[in-house]
């Protein structure tokens, strides 16, 4: 779109002129023409600019530019002309919203798909991210949690695909719906919490209920061979179900196990069960037989109850055989082991059977018995019988093992089956004799000393021949071996033990113990047994000792060893001849005092050398370079290696040795070069060592004479660096000391120290004479001046030194030549001695003087004068003058300026006035305001003389309110020029002028209150809506609901007119729908804006604004649950049918309608409707586990008006138990029932014919209610909405009614409603309430109103169809109102409108829930039904509105509690704030204390924020104790700006032991300051007033009638405050009993000092903050400061909030006040 503005000149220019237009946004908008030209022959035409508007696709609002101008051309006067660039304003075409498409199809459990769509309408100005949820996981999925659309970069409006995916929950559970919820977030305003649509999806069920038998695995045998089948379900049971088995015949074969149970819910219902089948042995060959398995389903699930299991045919196979049946014999051996086996017939025999059992080889093994009987008949066939078998040993010879057989033979019997039988079965005889050496363990070791051991050698059999034993020993070097041994054959030797000796042999080495052995071998035989047998395995082990051990053996040293050379010897040697070379390895630990030689020696293996002494010669060592070291003892230490295990590191000892020394320490210094000078010339000397130290050695150098000469450096010789014989230089420097004092004589002392050499260290100190010559002479140094001084107070400077230091005091005296232009400062300088350091500079300060005359520059000196009392050089000395030039400022100027702006609340702002200088006469200056609609000054002109010119004049300028919101205006305020006989000031012109803004107070805003919810039955929510300015001109404010589907505004604009009712709240009906779905509660929004006007463009530009509500879902899920049967009553006939009188509300002229009466009707048989169980919903699904639970009996919904039933009663439903959510619960079915006439489902009556009946008019006489006290309250519809007295309603005349005679027809039992009949609305007067005291709730008195004439009622359908006469209401009485307790300033009520009174409809017939409860009036509560407390609160309602506070001022917090006309909270009292979707939002969160009743919002947000909250907010209690409840709130806001909060309570809440009264001042303050009590991270303590601010939020906020924390006990008369931040700190005490009051110091529970009162009695409290006597709190006549044995020295307030004095138990004081801070 277009917009065009026009240009021309003013004036004919001199050339042609150009001007150049450019948009400063052109995202916003751009010019068509960039440049117009005028030329000098057509400069009056019009040239038109063309702006086109840029669509920018982002919901921005109205954005306001400028068309730039710039002048151009060779016309000198219009080139570069200033001209106003031109404002233009883009409207915004975009509106942000967010398109969500239809699901595409159904999803299945079989994981089928489906999808939507969701897209922007608009770019976002920030990433906006579409948040996506499934409210039941158990159905379905989504592909992404969330959906980002980017901003800027063109995603918007790129549709995005969600895909729904449906989740298998193995249930048979039917098509289920369930819902995508959509959420938007993103840092755009806009669209953060931008209403998104749900999306409704249906998971499409795919499971079936059944079992599946699985195939048999193989037939049973009569042998006990099995077979298997298994057994799963299709499906997840609601119920477990039981699968039975039985075998139709159980002689054949049986099936185990005999059920088997699949649970529900617990994942087994998929895991195959397998059954075993196992055959059953009749023992007789009766062939194969077929049986069957037969199956039977049961379960409480329904679908599973009796469903078809298929049987399983299974045929046992036959395993009976005629014969004996034997397990097999087992070997014997010759010890005589007995083994057995036993003996059975494989049937029953017909005969008795015999069975004779022998041995085939008696001298390997016999058996026993000798026959097996086994009867015919009666069940011993089977029975097995034990044959034992025994081996016979053959005598001590080897023969190894031997065969034998047990044969079986059946005789004696007529079982032809049996007769004649026989078995043979093999077995063997083990052998128990064997070939071998019996040897014995040695006696024990041998030794190399001769020692001798013995062991002995036997066989373990008779050999069949003679057998030789050899002994051979392993190692002959350890020990000798025995001779050999015989056994003879059969002559009874073979196990007759023989001895053999073996002795040890010594070989002169250090072994060890050395292990060897003696082997014994049988040989020499023809017994193949024996012949070869030993060896190593028979080997006897033994040990040899060792006798020998090894050794090192040293000589002590000769003698000493000395640095000149001298040497001494000593000689080394071994204990043992070592296996391998040993070396003895020789050295020094001092190799600088002596050294051996040679440095190893050598022993030989084997060689004889082992044991003859080898010298070691060693030689002492000198000093290099030469050290006085003393005598040193040094070691020469031995080592010992070898390949011998024995010598190689064993220890040798080492030899002591002490070398002697031969050297002597000193320090050699030179003279001094020269003299030294005072100018820092120098003088030298040297210093050397004589020998090395052990140590650095330091040669420290100082002069005796500090003042004269300098001395460096110290020196430092190094120990062992080659350094102690370098000759070091010490330079000596003169020292200037500022002084003629002459040549001066002083001396240098070089100490010697050595830390680690004391012969060094103990060395006397040398000292060098050296003269200082001096180089001084006395001076002043006067430096010149830094500038010029000014007449306005500058100043200059300049410095002044000496050039010597004097002995005594130098003063310089300092003195102007002109005081008139200029002054020194100071007037003296102090050098030396008693003065300032000599030798610094010190500053003149010359500044300039004002003589308020225009002389021009001066020219003055500064006279210096030095003298001194007693230093010769410098007394009288010549200092040089300092010459300055004085800078006149003087001239004239008018100087103004302006202090703040201007308000339109009538703040004033100066403008100040003065001169520059002194005039020569009187100076007039006038002062204008050029724009008197934004301000006004006090004065028209001001006078100056030239006595006063200096004070100036300030002239206040008030502020003029226009009310419009305008903006702040500048406007200007006139200076003329002075009118005067002066010449300089007369000449003055083009005074700069005043600008002064005057701040605008009007805001253009549009207030929108917070809503409750709406519900789908119909339930509705209420907002305001108003203006914050006059527009001046007619605003119109669309509404409109942004979700049709959940809720219905009841205006779609409102209209807002300027003058007189522009401010005035209009309020909008928010009605919810009912879409019969199961959605749950819904939020949607109610959009207020965008505003619309002809003339005022502010309104229009303001965003748009949302109020969120909440729909109540009505809806319950039905889908899959079964119904139960109708129920059938018998034919009713119902009475005549009765209207319903209709009552008007309380407090309100209303009409009560005299019941018609039709003729009674005869109902057809009414059916109840069916009862459904609801399915039970919540996150994992889970199945029943408890035992089932019997439901309350059901009863049919009611009968229709004009019918009397008893009604219904279904028998007993018996519902599943359910453990967790979501389940959806099996049908609870009602048995159906007939009986008495049932009050409930439709029924169909007769058509009556009602007898028209009229009624004649009445007039209902006035009505009038006494006064109400308090704040408002919302009581019954009708009543003048106060708490307190009754109100006084204005009679109400209500106007005949004639009803026309009606015929009823035939009627059909649908739901019925009653006619409702409606009350004429009355008009209460207007009532004005004064305050009342925090929680302290009144009861009104009932109202009566007069009789009004009511519309003719209509009975219900169903009945007679007839009308009634006109009814002559009865006067109807309102129910007493309790308010709600409130805090605040009196406020005039506007009249109270009543509403007119609705008849009660029929109830439907069979409601989905209960209908909500209605509330309660004010200050009525109802047994556990939640109600809100605040529905209707606003911003405005709080008393610090007026001081500046709105909807959008910053709280930090509020507190809330509960309690009864005692202040005592109860147990079953809850409160119970919104959830926590609410609340997260705005930023705040909720803590709720259950045992104090405290409930506690947190977050810094908007004070509108916090009302919506409250708003919400309901209170419960489960104690139906009749007594009233008290709630009270304090926000964080309502205090001050130290964000404290308050709390009032009743006196009788205390009742303190101890001593002390209920009600005292010292229990209240110890209440406050329990530590139990802190809230919100805040401390408590009795509440003070410090300030005015605190006082007036006690008084306007929490009232009068309080005890606070201040008290004059410690000194009568000064009154302190004792608690809070402004309290004493030592705290406060009443008694030795009383525990303390104060936070900081002493607490309840705390330990105290010692003494009678302990530390924290502090009675005097000097330190807590004062309280002027003359204070404008105190109440008149307060404090009167009396004493007396119950003087009154704590402070209260009075109903007013007023201060008063009160004893200690104050009856008059009945409650107090908390303060956390």
Not at 1371 to 1383: A, D, I, M, Q, S
Request: proline residues 7%.
């Amino acid at each position: 779109t277009q917009g065009k503005f026009t240009v021309v000149l003013d004036s004919e220019p001199t050339a042609h002129v150009t001007i150049t237009f450019a948009s400063n946004n052109t995202a916003e908008g751009t010019t068509a023409t960039s440049e117009v030209t005028f030329l000098k022959t057509a400069w009056s035409t019009l040239q038109t600019v063309t702006v086109t508007g840029v669509d920018d696709d982002v919901d921005d609002g109205d954005v306001t530019y400028l068309v730039e101008t710039t002048v151009g051309g060779w016309d000198s006067k219009y080139r570069d002309m200033a001209l106003a660039d031109v404002t233009v304003t883009n409207i915004d075409d975009d509106t942000a919203s967010v398109t969500v498409s239809s699901i595409s199809q159904n999803t299945d459990e079989s994981a089928a798909t489906a999808t939507f769509t969701v897209v922007l309408a608009t770019d976002p100005t920030s990433d906006v991210t579409i948040g996506t949820t499934v409210n039941n996981p158990a159905e379905g999925a989504v592909s992404t949690a969330a959906l980002t659309f980017g901003a800027g970069d063109g995603s918007w409006d790129d549709a995005q695909t969600v895909t729904v995916t449906g989740v298998d929950d193995n249930y048979v559970d039917g098509d289920v719906p369930f819902i995508v919820l959509t959420a938007a977030t993103s840092s755009d305003s806009i669209y953060d919490r931008i209403f998104v649509a749900n999306v409704a999806v249906t998971n499409e069920d795919n499971d079936v209920a059944g079992v599946t038998v699985g195939a048999l695995t193989q037939h049973t045998v009569e042998d006990g061979t099995t077979g298997k089948f298994t057994l799963v379900l299709t499906s997840d049971p609601y119920d477990p179900v039981t699968i039975a088995m039985a075998s139709s015949d159980a002689t054949e074969g049986t099936a185990t196990p005999a059920a088997v149970t699949f649970g529900s819910g617990d994942g087994t219902w998929n895991t195959a069960v397998t059954v075993t089948v196992t055959g059953v042995d009749d023992y007789r060959v009766d062939g194969d037989i077929a049986y069957t398995i037969v199956t039977a389903a049961t379960s409480d699930d329904a679908a599973y109850g009796g469903v078809a299991v298929a049987d399983v045919t299974v045929t046992n196979a036959d395993d009976d055989v005629s014969g004996v049946i034997r397990t097999n014999p087992l070997p014997t051996s010759e010890d005589g082991t007995v083994t057995t086996f036993t003996v059975h017939l494989g049937t029953d025999p017909w005969d008795v059977v015999t069975v004779a059992v022998t041995s085939s080889d008696t001298t390997e093994g016999t058996v026993s018995p000798a026959a097996l009987t086994f009867g015919s008949g009666d069940g011993t066939y089977s029975t097995p019988q034990t044959v034992s078998l025994t081996g016979i040993d053959d005598g001590a010879r080897v023969d190894g093992t031997q065969p034998w057989n047990v044969n079986l033979n059946v005789a004696s019997t007529t079982d032809n089956d049996y007769n004649g039988l026989s078995y043979t079965h093999a077995t063997t005889n083990a052998d128990n004799d064997a070939a071998g050496l019996a040897v014995s363990a040695a006696s024990g070791p041998t030794s190399e000393d001769g020692a001798s051991a013995t062991f002995s050698v036997a066989l373990t059999s008779d050999p069949w021949d003679t057998v030789v034993v050899t002994l051979t020993c392993s190692n002959l070097a350890e020990g000798t071996g025995p001779p050999a041994m015989t056994f003879g054959a059969g002559d009874g030797t073979w196990n007759v033990a023989q001895t053999a000796t073996v002795t040890g042999v010594d070989d002169l080495r250090v072994d060890g113990t050395i292990p060897y052995s003696v082997v014994p071998v049988a040989a020499s035989t023809s017994d193949a047994d024996y012949n070869g047998l030993g060896g190593a395995g028979n080997a006897v082990a033994l040990n040899n000792l060792d006798n020998d051990a090894p050794g090192v053996v040293v000589s002590a040293i000769s003698g000493r060893t000395g640095e000149d050379g001298t040497s001494a010897t000593f000689t080394v040697r071994l204990m043992s001849d070592p296996w391998q070379t040993v070396t003895i390895h020789l050295s020094s630990t001092n190799a600088g005092e002596g050294t051996p030689s040679p440095a190893s020696i050598e022993f030989g293996a084997g060689d004889g050398s082992w044991n003859v002494d080898q010298v070691v010669m060693v030689s002492g060592v000198d000093d290099s370079p030469p050290r006085g070291d003393g005598d040193v003892a040094y070691v020469i230490e031995t080592a010992c290696t070898s390949a011998d295990v024995h010598y190689n590191g064993r220890a040798v000892d080492d030899v002591n040795v002490t070398n002697d020394d031969n050297d002597t320490p000193g320090v050699v210094v030179s003279g001094a070069s020269g003299d030294t000078l005072e100018n820092g010339t120098a003088a030298t000397f040297t210093v050397t060592l004589t020998t090395d130290p052990f140590a650095d050695v330091t040669i420290g150098v100082a002069t005796l004479d500090a003042t004269e000469g300098t001395v460096s450096p110290s020196l430092t010789f190094g120990a062992g660096n080659g350094t102690w014989d370098s000759v070091l230089t010490v330079t000596v420097r003169g020292v200037d000391d500022w002084v003629v004092d002459g040549d001066v004589a002083y001396t240098v002392a070089a100490s010697v120290a050595s830390a680690g050499d004391a012969a060094y260290d103990t060395l006397a100190t040398a000292f060098v004479s050296v003269t200082n010559v001096d180089d001084d002479a006395p001076g002043v140094v006067v430096g010149p001046a830094s500038g010029p001084t000014k007449e306005d107070g500058s100043a200059a400077t300049f410095t002044v030194r000496l050039t010597s230091q004097p002995v005594d005091t130098v003063t310089i005296a300092l003195t102007s030549d002109d005081v008139g232009e200029g002054t020194p400062s100071p007037a003296a300088l102090l050098f030396g001695a008693g003065g300032g350091p000599w030798n610094v500079e010190q500053v003149v300060t010359v500044t300039g003087v004002d003589d308020f005359l225009i002389d021009l520059d001066q020219v003055y000196t500064v006279v210096t004068a030095a003298s001194s009392v007693s230093d010769p050089h410098y007394g009288g000395i010549a200092a040089a003058d300092v010459t300055v030039t004085n800078l006149d400022d003087d001239g004239a100027a008018v100087l103004v300026s302006v202090s703040g702006d201007t308000h339109e609340g009538g703040t004033a702002a100066n403008v100040t006035i003065k001169l520059s200088s002194a005039p020569t006469g009187d100076v007039t200056i006038g002062v204008t305001v050029l724009d008197g609609t934004e301000g006004a000054a006090d004065v028209s002109f001001v006078v100056f003389d030239a006595a006063s010119w200096q004070a100036g004049h300030t002239i206040a300028v008030t502020g003029v309110d226009d009310e419009v919101d305008d903006g702040d205006v500048a406007y200007v305020v006139a200076i003329g020029d002075p009118v005067t006989t002066d010449y300089w000031y007369g000449m003055v012109t083009g005074i700069a002028d005043a600008t002064i803004t005057n701040v605008d107070d009007d805001d253009t805003a549009i207030i929108v209150s917070a809503a409750l919810a709406t519900s789908e039955d119909g339930g509705t929510t209420t907002f305001t809506v108003r203006l914050a300015c006059d527009p001046g001109s007619a605003v119109t404010v669309d509404v409109y609901s942004e979700d049709v589907g959940e809720g219905a505004e009841s205006v779609s604009a409102l209209t807002f007119r300027p003058g007189a009712g522009w401010n005035q709240r209009q309020t909008v009906t928010v009605t919810g729908v009912d879409d019969v779905l199961l959605d749950g509660d819904v939020p949607y929004q109610v959009r207020v804006g965008p505003a619309s006007s002809v003339a005022n463009t502010a309104y229009p530009a303001l965003p748009v604004q949302y109020v969120g509500i909440t729909n109540l879902d009505n809806d319950g899920p039905m889908a899959n649950n079964p119904t139960a049967a109708p129920t059938t009553g018998a034919p009713t006939t119902g009475a005549p049918a009765t209207g319903v009188p209709t009552t008007g509300a309380p407090g309100v002229p209303g009409s009560t309608g005299a019941p018609s009466t039709g003729a009674p009707t005869t109902g057809a048989p009414t059916t109840g409707v069916p009862t459904t169980a609801l399915p039970q919903t919540a996150s994992p699904p889970s199945r029943p586990t408890a035992r089932p639970t019997t439901g309350a009996p059901t009863t049919g919904a009611p009968g229709v008006a004009g019918s009397t039933g008893a009604p219904t009663t279904g028998e007993p439903t018996t519902g599943k138990p359910i453990t967790a959510m979501p389940t959806t619960e099996a049908p609870a079915t009602a048995k159906p029932s007939t009986g008495a006439p049932s009050t409930g489902a439709p029924m169909t009556g007769a058509p009556t014919t009602g007898v028209p009946s009229t009624g004649a008019p009445t007039t209902g006489a006035p009505t009038t209610g006494a006064p109400t006290t308090g704040r408002p309250t919302t009581g019954e519809p009708g009543s003048a909405g106060s708490t307190g007295a009754p109100t006084t309603g204005a009679p109400a005349t209500g106007a005949p009614t004639t009803g026309a005679p009606s015929t009823g027809s035939p009627t059909t039992g649908a739901p019925t409603t009653g006619m409702p009949t409606t009350g004429k609305p009355t008009t209460g007067a207007p009532t004005t309430t004064a305050p009342v005291p925090t929680g302290t709730p009144t009861t009104g008195r009932p109202t009566t109103g007069a009789p009004t004439t009511g519309q003719p009622t209509t009975g219900q359908p169903g009945s007679a169809g007839s009308t009634g006469a006109p009814s002559t209401g009865a006067p109807t009485t309102g129910k007493p109102t309790t308010g709600v307790p409130t805090t605040g300033e009196p406020t005039t009520e506007a009249p109270a409108t009543g509403v007119p009174s609705t008849g009660t409809p029929a109830a439907p017939p069979t409601p989905t829930r209960a209908p909500a409860t209605p509330p309660p009036p004010p200050g009525v509560y109802l047994v556990n039904e939640p109600q809100v407390i605040w529905p209707d609160m606003h911003c405005n309602d709080f008393d610090y509105a007026a001081a500046g506070c709105s909807c959008q001022t910053q709280v930090t917090g509020a507190r809330f509690t509960v309690a009864g006309p005692d202040g005592v909270c109860r147990a079953g009292d809850v409160l119970t704030p919104p959830s926590a979707l609410l609340l997260a939002p705005l930023g705040l969160q909720a803590e709720y204390d259950a045992a104090a009743c405290v409930l506690r919002l947190t977050g810094r947000a908007a004070l509108g924020d916090y009302v919506t909250a409250v708003q919400r907010t309901s209170f419960t209690t489960g104690v139906a104790d009749g007594h009233a409840r008290h709630v009270t709130y304090t926000y964080g806001h309502a205090v001050d700006a130290r964000g404290h909060f308050y709390e009032a309570f009743s006196v009788d809440a205390l009742g303190e032991g101890g001593g002390l009264e209920s009600g005292s001042w010292d229990a209240a303050a110890r209440f406050c300051s329990d530590p139990a009590r802190d809230t919100l991270g805040l401390v408590g303590y009795l509440a003070a007033a410090p300030d005015a601010a605190a006082q007036r939020h006690l008084q306007t906020s929490v009232g009068g009638g309080l005890w606070l924390g201040a008290t004059d006990l410690g000194e009568e008369g000064t009154w302190r405050w004792v608690t809070g931040p402004a309290g004493c700190p030592d705290a406060y005490n009443t008694s030795a009993a009383a525990a303390p009051i104060h936070r900081a110091t002493c607490r309840l529970g705390e330990q105290r000092g010692t003494g009678a009162a302990g530390a924290c009695r502090g009675a005097d409290c000097n330190s807590g903050e004062y309280i002027p006597h003359g204070s404008p709190h105190w109440a008149a006549g307060s404090p009167d400061n009396g004493r007396g044995g119950n003087a009154q020295n704590f402070l209260a307030t009075d109903r007013t909030g007023q201060w008063v004095d009160e004893p200690r138990y104050g009856g008059g004081v009945g409650r107090f006040a908390c303060e956390w801070g």
